[in-house]
């Protein structure tokens, strides 16, 4: 099999979706692997590295795609990439095409065998290939939220800390999955105050368990939500529905409640947002004020930490990468259920339900 790993362009993005040492791995396995060249050096991962593991560095975008039977990548391609895309390809990376319907109409006009990373399952029905850059996401999410707190970034110089005498800023999480879990860890450990809200109540009877009180735990509802965004000066949305777009929890009344110079952190916004006044923003841009509230929402936050996120997303692809090889795609497919579901586009056709009903193909 031919792999090619092409340059990330999406803006910020510094995550490679394969490092020498999975290179290496491959190609002993009998893969090809074609690495554009710089592709692993905002990684921290040189051209020379790539060459002593055995891969070809290729010198354009163009020679890498053109060339591999597989591209595997980190983000979806965008506007640029759609003309390299070669019909009946296969592509393995986060798709997200609930939030990008052009690019689902390009994948079925040109026959891509689209595997969607953060549809893949596991055994157990969780997301493997979603749940390392949540956590990495969750956790940045509180250092960026304190980081716009801060007066000179146009915040209301709240302390999520606080200090003896003043008491702490208030931190609402809405969704305790990976992302909130992982947020709240961050935020617990700064000292803020911090309350979480999901529907699934196993959930908050984990963070129950582990927090023993120190994080108050609420039922996603509507008046509970309202009353912890009211109350927050920094809001993170970490709600997922696998495949779907996301649900709008938080509203533009809610938002206009909140304190001036509060933050919002809509982690969710690679699925659509899930907050009323949300649209995504970027690394280089990456927030805007409306109703006094700082808004964030950049859809590759772990590009903030190339190196470790490129780690754990590729310890976490290498099961997937290394069965497509042994297997050859079209049989690891049909043998495992969970990579079965993280194909969202087959034939000209959307294959995964939920992906499907979000973008309005089937009732
Ligand atoms: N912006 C980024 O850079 C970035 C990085 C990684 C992940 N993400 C995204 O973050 C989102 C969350 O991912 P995750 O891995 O934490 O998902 P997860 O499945 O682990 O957790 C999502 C949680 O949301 C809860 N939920 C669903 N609907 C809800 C509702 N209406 N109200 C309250 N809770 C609700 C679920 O019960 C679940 O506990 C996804 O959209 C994911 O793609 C974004």
Known sequence: MIIGIPREIKNGETRVSMTPALAARCIHLGATVLVQKGAGLTAGFTDTEYAAAGAQVMPTARSVWKNAEMIVKVKEPLESEYALLQNGQALFTYLHLAAVPELAKVLLRKNVLGIAY???????????LLKPMSQIAGRLSIQIGAYFLQSQNGGSGVLLGGVPGVGQG???IIGAGNSGAHACRIASGMGAHVTILDLDTRKLDMIDDVYRGAVTTLVANPANIEAAVANADLVVGAVLIPGAKAPVVVSRKMVQNMRPGSVLVDIAIDQGGCIETIHPTSHESPIYRQHGVIHYAVPNMPAMVG???????TQATEQFVVRFIEKGIKLAIEETRGIAKGVNTRDGKIVNMTVAKALGYVQ
């Open 118 to 128: 953060e549809t893949v399952e596991a055994q157990d029905g969780t997301l493997p």
């Open 307 to 313: 190196r470790t996120s490129t780690i754990a997303l």
């Open 170 to 172: 208030s931190v609402a």
